[in-house]
């Protein structure tokens, strides 16, 4: 079964580590390791940051408790068998939330699409080849990146960061490099 650890690793990679910024044309607005003010303004680790700073062990925790609770148990990446697999789905349900990322999934693999990692869902996501998957998948996340640009012409400057995370996780292919 998949390792929380290691796809939590790889998402705060690709969220930026734990750093806050705030960027003006980014919807979530204010943003730590990236969990987003504007969509979490309850969360607790606001208040561990103001107290402690971005570099305490306490934000690390809250961050790792937030990221499992809301998104790794919500997928059931724990039942998820392949490790690639799970990391691509949780990234994205990171990133796009988890209907749609789910959801995609479930197209892919020719499912009821109701946005709910279920018994069903788990057994043909299992037995699905993994490389045609994974492929396929980051072929529908840069899709769905590219309709979100045709929406707003402001998140244009992301593309190259999500084209960058969606491929680090499709074998055989190498991502862009920075210029």
Same mark, same amino acid.
């Given at each position: 079964?998949?390792?929380?650890?290691?796809?939590?690793?790889?998402t705060?990679e690709?969220?930026?580590?734990?750093?806050?910024?705030?960027?003006?044309?980014?919807?979530?607005?204010? *943003?730590?390791?990236?969990? *987003?003010?504007?969509?979490?303004?309850?969360?607790f680790g606001?208040?561990?940051?103001?107290?402690?700073?971005?570099?305490?062990?306490?934000?690390?925790?809250?961050?790792?408790?937030?990221?499992?609770?809301?998104?790794?148990?919500?997928?059931?990446?724990?039942?998820?068998?392949?490790?690639?697999?799970?990391?691509?789905i949780?990234?994205?349900?990171?990133?796009?939330?988890?209907?749609?990322?789910?959801?995609?999934a479930?197209?892919?693999?020719?499912?009821?699409?109701?946005?709910?990692? @279920?018994?069903?869902?788990?057994?043909?996501?299992?037995?699905?080849?993994?490389?045609?998957?994974?492929a396929?998948?980051?072929?529908?996340?840069?899709k769905?990146?590219?309709?979100?640009?045709?929406?707003?012409?402001?998140?244009?400057?992301?593309?190259?960061?999500?084209?960058?995370?969606?491929?680090? @996780?499709?074998?055989?292919?190498?991502?862009?490099?920075? *210029?």
């Amino acid at each position: 079964m998949a390792s929380f650890l290691e796809a939590f690793e790889k998402t705060i990679e690709n969220e930026g580590g734990y750093k806050v910024h705030f960027d003006k044309d980014d919807p979530g607005e204010l *943003t730590v390791a990236g969990v *987003t003010m504007k969509y979490h303004p309850l969360w607790f680790g606001w208040k561990v940051l103001d107290s402690e700073g971005a570099n305490s062990v306490l934000l690390y925790q809250a961050v790792k408790s937030f990221y499992r609770k809301n998104f790794w148990d919500k997928m059931k990446g724990y039942k998820i068998e392949n490790q690639k697999v799970a990391e691509s789905i949780f990234d994205f349900s990171v990133n796009a939330g988890i209907y749609g990322a789910v959801s995609i999934a479930q197209k892919i693999i020719k499912t009821k699409v109701d946005g709910l990692i @279920g018994p069903v869902t788990l057994g043909i996501l299992n037995d699905y080849d993994s490389e045609k998957f994974l492929a396929v998948y980051g072929i529908a996340k840069i899709k769905h990146y590219l309709k979100l640009i045709d929406n707003n012409k402001k998140l244009k400057k992301f593309l190259r960061g999500w084209i960058n995370r969606v491929v680090k @996780g499709v074998p055989n292919v190498q991502f862009f490099q920075s *210029t």
